[in-house]
């Protein structure tokens, strides 16, 4: 009887399955154009109520022959019966028959399930592994962890992230941002709109894609009206079409930082998981008091979420490595998406994280315990797991690629972000699988061998090679800038190329790096890269992580260098956060270090020295009025970080002119459009000089991250000898101005206004 029944199944499984195809199939045929079946177009509920009997005949089938619930199960028997109908779909979608965006959408769910059952039965088999084979520490229970970390360092953690939100919460409205207006006062609503009227497609609202930006921002579209404040330009004159301008910013970006600082504490669970409570307290506090990394949570743009984002992904990735958990692997999976949702730089993970596998293999000794070809097989299988959760995650929060699926590769892995190392990408995978398979990891594995045995002088040359940089970087800054002009070269960071040789390049992307973090964090990272002249490291966790941030940062800088881009502070922002990290790691070896050598009787403790850390935090913050700008005490003041600044200046620049004499009727001429958010009077940014003259110029404002650009217009318009030319370019270098204003007391770093005369 039972053999009866499940012949009964089987059957009635495959003719549910025939008869979706079938009428699958007949529905796309009467969609297409000049079709005998064009007819029946006209009344497609129809198809639809017959997709509807075959969906519910569907559940009821597996139901009734089902007793006993198993999801993986049930699951695969959907998967099976609409597997015919989904090839035809695919059929119809990649011929561009029209069809509604719901067939897209099922479709994409037909994808995401299939992958996810995939993934669920990996992940079974994995964790079904002896023991004694698989890593897989003693876990604590979330109330566990709690009481295991213990109310001091709890305290510390919650006064750490206030300081975090109470900095960036101060003047969070009083400066108007480069770029930001392409966000709060467009993207962002138009995103929402869209949404709302189920324009799926309309959803593209960039090229980063700032998907998440949209998603955290949402809220203000409740409270501000986009089209009510957004600036006009007319004839070069700027116009805000309301004075509030304050509460506005207010409205987009306090979620962004409410979002950052209640998400903050999740570095501090992860390298505690990785690392240990005192490395993961001082690594904590370094990131959450890093003034770079609070400037830029006070900005509605990609970069203040994708520093977030990107090094979490690491950081789950390590302890999956560390502990063998898969919820830290899923994790860094969605971390991963949802970076690639803010940013399409993040593709550079992808190959990181590849390249992990062999790092792994090399400096990990517990990985030797097995074969090369068994250990590439089952981390091949991991790296598929994360790329699944991080596409899944992108897919399900992307809208645009509900109805566009092939925009789900050329987003990330076909990205232009990830176009000229693609090529090297895949024919590594293709290598490694083929030969894997074919010539059972022959070759693979004697690279690997011979990579084992030099594994300690390898170490040495790309730690070498760090510590070069940053040892020339340091030089070429305290000697004057003698060999490479790095403030030069990172006023226009997208046209450094022929400006300098690919050493210049690459040197100058560590420039705002080493001068744009703390002394403290400067002086660890100096310190770091000696910890690697002893074959021991490679058995402690915390130096294998630094070192694979080691390579991690050397390979972005070499990806910039190849794509002829100068890293300025913002387009490096995510390496911000690792660079704490590591001299969070750095700072516990060095008292390890002085304990040894008896210079410390006692390791200090870890409260006392995470107070330090937080008393010296909280002082360089307050002492740092525009955190985004920040320069290290050890940057010659003649000198600063920020040549592309996201506004530095611009209220208090605009707060001057106010108290001006009828400052309504005035009129100024500024390069800085942000100062116009905030003035009262008129303002203009063009080189409309027939209107400047005739209106009456007042003021001109000059700021330094403009020189560049304005003196390339100038130079233009001298050329052309054109009439009425206002040598705008010479106030730059003009002395004696009305106000003047140094960001972070920087003289290089300003806002300046003078009197205008003919």
Request: net charge positive.
């Given at each position: 009887m039972e053999t009866l029944f499940t012949k009964l199944e089987n059957r009635l499984y495959r003719n549910i399955s025939l008869i979706a195809f079938l009428w699958t199939l007949i529905f796309i045929i009467a969609q297409s154009k000049n079709s005998f079946l064009s007819?029946?177009?006209?009344?497609?509920?129809?198809?639809?109520?017959?997709?509807?009997?075959?969906?519910?005949?569907?559940?009821?089938?597996?139901?009734?022959?089902?007793?006993?619930?198993?999801?993986?199960?049930?699951?695969?028997?959907?998967?099976?019966?609409?597997?015919?109908?989904?090839?035809?779909?695919?059929?119809?979608?990649?011929?561009?028959?029209?069809?509604?965006?719901?067939?897209?959408?099922?479709?994409?769910?037909?994808?995401?399930?299939?992958?996810?059952?995939?993934?669920?039965?990996?992940?079974?088999?994995?964790?079904?592994?002896?023991?004694?084979?698989?890593?897989?520490?003693?876990?604590?229970?979330?109330?566990?962890?709690?009481?295991?970390?213990?109310?001091?360092?709890?305290?510390?953690?919650?006064?750490?992230?206030?300081?975090?939100?109470?900095?960036?919460?101060?003047?969070?409205?009083?400066?108007?941002?480069?770029?930001?207006?392409?966000?709060?006062?467009?993207?962002?609503?138009?995103?929402?709109?869209?949404?709302?009227?189920?324009?799926?497609?309309?959803?593209?609202?960039?090229?980063?894609?700032?998907?998440?930006?949209a998603l955290v921002t949402g809220p203000g579209t409740l409270f501000k009206s986009t089209s009510e404040y957004k600036t006009l330009h007319t004839e070069g004159e700027i116009i805000n079409l309301k004075n509030d301008v304050e509460s506005y910013y207010f409205?987009?970006?306090?979620?962004?930082?409410?979002?950052?600082?209640?998400?903050?504490?999740?570095?501090?669970?992860?390298?505690?998981?990785?690392?240990?409570?005192?490395?993961?307290?001082?690594?904590?506090?370094?990131?959450?008091?890093?003034?770079?990394?609070?400037?830029?949570?006070?900005?509605?743009?990609?970069?203040?979420?994708?520093?977030?984002?990107?090094?979490?992904?690491l950081l789950s990735y390590f302890v999956f490595l560390k502990r063998g958990a898969f919820r830290y692997l899923i994790f860094s999976g969605i971390f991963l998406g949802l970076a690639l949702l803010t940013k399409y730089v993040a593709n550079i993970l992808f190959v990181f994280f590849l390249g992990l596998i062999l790092l792994e293999y090399i400096y990990n000794a517990k990985n030797t315990l097995i074969s090369f070809p068994l250990y590439l097989k089952k981390s091949l299988g991991y790296f598929a797991v994360l790329t699944f959760s991080a596409l899944s995650t992108f897919y399900i929060l992307f809208p645009a690629v509900w109805v566009k699926p092939e925009k789900l590769l050329s987003s990330t892995l076909l990205s232009q972000a990830f176009e000229k190392v693609a090529p090297l990408f895949l024919f590594l995978i293709v290598f490694i699988l083929t030969d894997q398979w074919i010539n059972k990891s022959r070759l693979t594995n004697t690279f690997i061998q011979f990579l084992i045995k030099i594994k300690y002088k390898l170490s040495l040359f790309i730690v070498g090679i760090f510590l070069f940089s940053l040892l020339a970087t340091i030089w070429n800054t305290w000697s004057g800038m003698t060999f490479y002009s790095f403030m030069e070269l990172l006023a226009s960071p997208k046209t450094i190329a022929g400006k300098v040789d690919i050493i210049g390049t690459y040197l100058t992307n560590f420039y705002p790096m080493i001068f744009g973090v703390t002394p403290f964090v400067f002086l660890l990272l100096c310190i770091a890269p000696f910890c690697f002249f002893k074959k021991q490291w490679m058995t402690s966790t915390s130096l294998r992580t630094t070192f694979y941030l080691f390579i991690f940062i050397v390979l972005y800088y070499i990806a910039t260098t190849v794509n002829h881009v100068a890293a300025v502070v913002r387009y490096q922002i995510i390496l911000f956060p690792l660079v704490a990290i590591i001299a969070g790691i750095a700072l516990e070896h060095f008292l390890e270090f002085l304990h040894k050598k008896n210079t410390l009787k006692e390791k200090p403790s870890i409260l006392s020295i995470a107070s330090i850390l937080l008393f010296f935090g909280i002082l360089t913050l307050f002492t740092t009025p525009f955190p985004l700008s920040y320069a290290s005490s050890f940057l010659p003041n003649k000198y600063s970080t920020d040549m592309k600044d996201m506004g530095a200046g611009s209220y208090e620049t605009a707060q001057y002119l106010n108290t001006l004499p009828h400052a309504e009727d005035l009129l100024i001429w500024t390069d800085k459009d942000g100062v116009c958010k905030f003035f009262v009077g008129r303002c203009m940014g063009s080189l409309n000089y027939d209107r400047l003259h005739s209106e009456g110029l007042d003021y001109i404002v000059v700021s330094s991250g403009r020189q560049s650009r304005t003196g390339k217009m100038i130079s233009s318009d001298i050329t052309n000898n054109k009439p009425g030319l206002i040598r705008f370019d010479q106030y730059y270098l003009k002395k004696n101005p009305v106000f003047e204003i140094d960001i972070n007391g920087r003289p290089s770093h300003f806002v300046k206004v003078f009197k205008y005369k003919e």
């Open positions: 007819s029946l177009k006209t009344n497609n509920d129809l198809f639809y109520l017959g997709f509807i009997i075959l969906s519910i005949l569907t559940i009821g089938s597996i139901a009734y022959f089902s007793p006993h619930f198993s999801f993986e199960k049930q699951l695969a028997k959907i998967l099976f019966i609409g597997l015919p109908s989904m090839l035809v779909i695919l059929f119809a979608i990649n011929t561009s028959i029209p069809l509604h965006y719901i067939f897209h959408i099922i479709f994409g769910v037909y994808i995401l399930l299939s992958g996810f059952l995939l993934t669920f039965l990996f992940i079974r088999k994995e964790s079904s592994i002896p023991k004694n084979i698989q890593k897989q520490p003693h876990s604590l229970s979330y109330k566990q962890w709690f009481i295991d970390q213990g109310l001091p360092i709890l305290l510390l953690l919650l006064l750490t992230t206030s300081m975090f939100f109470l900095f960036g919460l101060s003047r969070l409205t009083q400066y108007a941002a480069v770029d930001e207006p392409l966000w709060i006062d467009g993207r962002i609503a138009r995103y929402w709109k869209n949404i709302g009227e189920l324009d799926w497609k309309g959803t593209n609202i960039s090229d980063k894609p700032g998907i998440t930006v409205a987009f970006r306090f979620p962004i930082l409410l979002f950052v600082t209640l998400m903050l504490p999740l570095f501090y669970f992860f390298l505690e998981r990785l690392l240990g409570k005192r490395r993961a307290l001082f690594s904590f506090i370094f990131i959450a008091l890093s003034p770079v990394l609070i400037g830029m949570t006070k900005i509605v743009n990609p970069d203040s979420l994708l520093w977030f984002f990107s090094p979490l992904s």
